[in-house]
């Protein structure tokens, strides 16, 4: 009896079963070598769409030619031979987004690689997307807080703007973005951390100290080493990119780092050049300007129709000898809403951060600063700009008036306020206060060598002392006669007691 129902049953399987016909594109690798696969029989293949090689290991199509198609390998080139079939995966280049990737670090296409498990997200974003149009855009108005004084006051950067801190390897550039990253607590920020051919030891040692600090619980880290293939080096800007837009579009602030984009520039150059595409100057394909341009443009101040969020990115370009004129940073510096420069010189002579306040600027300028910060650091650029240049010019004069000399004195007190050690970002209060102290002449009577000292001492008093007004001021960020007089007398107070 049993039987006959198991005979019934594949027999009613059997006639009711109906051929289906699925067409699969399959394309053949007829050329492999140095990460490039040369791949025939692809005819619907779309730029940058996932290819998946037999073997599991992923390409992006990335030169479509008329009788094949140049696909550059994200996994092991080692693992590729002549004769693999090649099946397209049916989608663009794509991350994972949304809040399942804060606190992580993924490689280029989205993958952890911190041994915390799968990520937890449902959406996808191409890696390259449209920019915002000008109608989507509104003014950039609201500050990001850096927590490094000399830049706070002085080239300030908005939230939706593209400063770029470019300068010599060694100079403090990471230093700069990692403290910007550190400050973002609690200032409703999400920040992408994206790193391009550094050492893995390197960013072994940045995730430390991201998570001694309470800043991974923000913070997203995106890594293409100097291990990794050129390809996820190339791509991985724009899957931060496109990891800090989900926040963006969701009415949220986000702060991408590129660090740095010379690297990126060179590993384009490095899979252009296999591809044989053809190079122009120092050996990049001509469209080196687009490849850079196209993902700045990307950081925008949405209106308030598209939910007025923001990407604000830091840009990080690496120069040779201070050659500020070379092709890719000259490109950077053109497609970027200002600089911050970092000197080699000041730095070795222990100004840190070593900016060099002559050819930084911010385009954006006092848009981008709260109004306490505007009114009380307004002429400080010009008093330090004019204290290099006497300072060059006092070498060679063997006697000085006492106005000049008065001008020195204050420059030098400016120059050794502004130092400030790493991971020690300052509040906005903090900074008023000092740089109010610093304007007001009250810092002659502090002997040069002793200003660090004065400096550690009077934020102290002021948060012990006077914790309510600087509160106050980080609530408000008003400056007016109440303000001005409650920060007289709080330092007259401590100068009372300082010896």
């Known amino acids: 009896m049993a039987e006959a129902n198991l005979y019934d049953a594949i027999l009613k399987q059997i006639e009711g079963y109906k051929p289906e016909v699925e067409s699969v594109e399959v394309g053949y690798v007829a050329e492999v070598g140095d990460g490039i696969a040369r791949v025939t029989g692809l005819q619907n293949v779309r ?15 990335f030169n479509l030619e008329a009788d094949s198609v140049g696909v550059i390998i994200m996994g092991d080139p080692n693992e590729i031979q002549e004769g693999y079939e090649v099946r397209p995966m049916g989608r663009i280049a794509s991350v994972p987004v949304g809040m399942g990737l804060v606190g992580r670090v993924v490689d280029a296409l989205g993958n952890p690689i911190d041994g915390k498990g799968p990520i937890q997200s449902s959406e996808f974003y191409n890696i390259e997307r449209i920019a915002p149009g000008v109608i989507e855009r509104k003014n950039v108005g609201r500050p990001v807080q850096t927590g490094i004084m000399a830049i706070d006051a002085m080239i300030p950067v908005g939230r939706g703007q593209r400063e770029l801190i470019i ?14 990253i550190l400050n973002q607590k609690g200032q409703g920020m999400y920040c992408i951390y994206v790193a391009v051919g550094k050492r893995r030891g390197e960013v072994a040692r940045l995730v430390n100290v991201l998570e001694e600090y309470g800043a991974m619980e923000y913070t997203t880290i995106v890594v293409a080493s100097a291990s990794d293939a050129a390809a996820m080096q190339y791509i991985a800007p724009y899957s931060g990119c496109a990891i800090g837009e989900w926040f963006m579009e969701n009415g949220k602030d986000a ?3 590129y660090d740095d984009l010379s690297k990126h520039a060179w590993a384009y150059r490095q899979v252009s050049l296999l591809m044989r595409r053809p190079p122009g100057r120092e050996a990049y394909p001509g469209d080196v300007f687009y490849l850079h341009s196209r993902l700045l443009e990307r950081a925008a101040q949405l209106s308030d129709e598209r939910g007025g969020g923001s990407l604000t990115a830091l840009p990080i370009i690496e120069t040779l000898l201070g050659d500020v004129s070379a092709y890719v940073p000259t490109n950077v510096i053109s497609i970027t809403d200002g600089q911050i420069y970092l000197e080699a010189e000041l730095f070795y002579a222990g100004q840190r951060p070593a900016l060099n306040v002559g050819i930084s600027v911010s385009r954006v300028g006092g848009d981008a ?3 306490a910060m505007k009114k009380v650091a307004g002429g400080m650029r010009l008093d330090l700009a004019q204290f290099r240049s006497l300072a060059a010019f006092a070498q060679f004069a063997s006697d000085l008036d006492a106005a000049t000399q008065r001008q020195l004195e204050q420059g030098m007190r400016l120059t050794e306020l502004l130092k400030q050690p790493q991971y020690s970002p300052l509040k906005l209060s903090e900074q008023i206060a000092l740089i109010h102290a610093g304007n007001g002449g009250q810092l002659r009577s502090v002997a040069n060598e002793r200003v660090p000292e004065w400096k550690e001492k009077y934020l102290r008093f002021m948060n012990t002392q006077y914790s309510s007004l600087l509160g ?3 609530t408000e960020k008003k400056w007016n006669d109440e303000v001005k007089g409650a920060l007289d007398a709080a330092l007259q107070a401590f100068m009372s007691n300082w010896s």
């Open 167 to 180: 300068g010599d390897r060694q100079t403090g550039k990471t230093a700069v973005a990692i403290d910007t």
């Open 472 to 474: 106050r001021i980080d």
């Open 47 to 61: 730029l940058s769409e996932l290819v998946r090689f037999q073997n599991g290991v992923v390409g992006i199509a």
């Open 255 to 257: 702060l991408v780092v």
């Open 369 to 371: 600063q709260t109004n």
